[in-house]
Nanobody
Framework: QVQLVESGGGLVQPGGPLRLSCAAS????????MGWYRQAPGKQRELVAT???????NVANSVQGRFTISRDNAKNTVYLQMNSLKPEDTAVYYC???????????WGQGTQVTVSS
């Protein structure tokens, strides 16, 4: 029903910026939760930053003040602006969109972010 296309990942120097985007096709609404998760090698997938069903945001403490999530409802697109990147930010970043009546929602294919000098 919903397909997510992620882009913007790549290799970046520590301290540098990177912007991820996730465009959703299919039936989506502004009330759907939408945001970003990441999974580093050997670690569990974790929340990075999301818009909830109610329109508020959840942001991980580890990225607070460095990452900013934004949303363009007209384009069904969510963005993640990442600044002051650290090596520990290296992970595969996944987009997720979830209607209120679903527990897991829909996942993108993931985009690799590597922070290294």
């Amino acid at each position: 029903q919903v397909q997510l296309v992620e882009s913007g990942g790549g290799l970046v120097q520590p301290g540098g910026p990177l912007r991820l985007s996730c465009a959703a096709s299919g039936r989506t609404f502004s009330t759907y939760a939408m945001g970003w998760y990441r999974q580093a090698p050997g670690k569990q997938r974790e929340l990075v930053a999301t818009f909830t069903n109610g329109g508020s945001t959840n942001v991980a403490n580890s990225v607070q003040g460095r990452f900013t999530i934004s949303r363009d409802n007209a384009k069904n697109t969510v963005y993640l602006q990442m600044n002051s990147l650290k090596p520990e930010d290296t992970a595969v970043y996944y987009c997720n969109v979830r209607p209120p009546y679903m527990l897991s929602g829909y996942w993108g294919q993931g985009t690799q972010v590597t922070v290294s000098s």
